[in-house]
T-cell receptor, first 113, second 111 residues
């Protein structure tokens, strides 16, 4: 079992450029989360999916961030355009419906220069 | 507002010493609390949850509603316990659950 798979592991981009992150959850996990973790802080939820439906995106900065989960499996998170303050680790997690334990991926470390 | 506070950024102890990682929460509802751990170069993973009342790797945590605390304890620290530890609070929002994490405490166990 590979667990939650994220790519890329690292990404360095210039400000104002677009960037996308990809997540493949654990097979059978209907719930998928994207978190952002700033340096020295704990993860903060950006968006939560139940199957293909975004059920909580209240913390997603919708002017520049977007996410999708087509077919209720893989998910992508996009930032366009990126700003310096977007530098962080972006974590994807998944869980079974109704279960509270979330399984995390290795994360993508984004550096915006 | 709902909040999780971990007052110590770093806790440094010697092998065999007792460990207590502090966690306080602010929540008006019935809390469900967790401890997550991240070892070096590994992913964040669940260590234990208060409803299970279990001991994992020698760690225990008791929910104290009067003090709104959920401190993580281990009587004798081991070098392999060195890691980042995050306390997390589960909120119920619109029928769905949401985890709020503290800022984390780095535990360093020295030989």
């Amino acid at each position: 079992e590979a667990g939650v798979v994220q790519s890329p592991r690292y990404k360095i981009i210039e400000k104002k450029q677009p960037v996308a992150f990809w997540c493949n959850p654990i097979s059978g996990h209907n719930t998928l989360y994207w978190y952002r973790q700033n340096l020295g802080q704990g993860p903060e939820l950006l968006i939560r999916y139940e199957n293909e439906e975004a059920v909580d995106d209240s913390q997603l900065p919708k002017d520049r961030f977007s996410a999708e989960r087509l077919k209720g499996v893989d998910s992508t998170l996009k930032i366009q355009p990126a700003e310096l303050g977007d530098s962080a680790v972006y974590l994807c997690a998944s869980s079974l419906v109704g279960r509270t334990e979330a399984f995390f991926g290795q994360g993508t470390r984004l550096t915006v220069v | 507002a709902q909040r999780v506070t971990q007052p110590e950024k770093l806790l440094s102890v010697f092998k065999g010493a007792p460990v207590e990682l502090k966690c306080n929460y602010s929540y008006s509802g019935s809390p469900e609390l967790f401890w997550y751990v991240q070892y070096s170069r590994q992913r964040l993973q669940l260590l234990l949850r208060h409803i299970s009342r279990e001991s994992i790797k020698g760690f225990t945590a008791d929910l104290n509603k009067g003090e709104t605390s959920f401190h993580l304890k281990k009587p004798f620290a081991q070098e392999e316990d060195s890691a980042m530890y995050y306390c997390a609070l589960m909120l119920e929002r619109g029928g769905y659950n949401k985890l709020i994490f503290g800022a984390g405490t780095r535990l360093a166990v020295h030989p």
